[in-house]
């Protein structure tokens, strides 16, 4: 079972920006679609950010557009969520992930089933208010 090795969370204060970074070894998801799903106390686990194989697509949950971004390195099964602007309700365990389906849209990747997915350890971010 591949492990992706998430980093960069931390406590921060409404306003404030954070970087996670996510490195899956060995270029195990070249051709994957990757992301970050967050996990706040009492809630499900949902969707923030997916980004295709070839970088040339990124997709946004509704509550992070215009202040998430997310990147992946060229050629490397590396990938970062810079979030700015935070919240409170940002508050949460952020969990990187890769979908095993090869070549799809990262669209797909958010309306996909994410039981199916590769998944790391977590990260926490606390925002304060």
């Known amino acids: 079972q591949v492990q992706l090795v998430e980093s960069g969370g931390g406590l921060v204060r409404t306003g404030d920006s954070l970087r996670l970074s996510c490195v899956a070894p060995g270029r195990a998801f070249s051709s994957q679609a990757m992301g970050w799903y967050r996990q706040a106390p009492a809630k499900e686990r949902e969707f923030v950010a997916a980004?295709?194989?070839?970088?040339?697509?990124?997709y946004y949950a509704d509550s992070v557009k215009g202040r998430f971004t997310i990147s992946r390195d060229d050629g490397k099964d590396t990938v970062h969520l810079q979030m700015n602007s935070l919240k409170p309700e940002d508050t949460a365990v952020y969990f990187c992930a890769a979908d095993p389906r090869p070549l799809i849209t990262a669209q797909a990747m958010a309306s996909g089933t994410p039981s199916k997915n590769y998944w790391g350890q977590g990260t926490q971010v606390t925002v304060s208010s």
């Open positions: 980004i295709n194989w070839s970088r040339s697509m990124t």
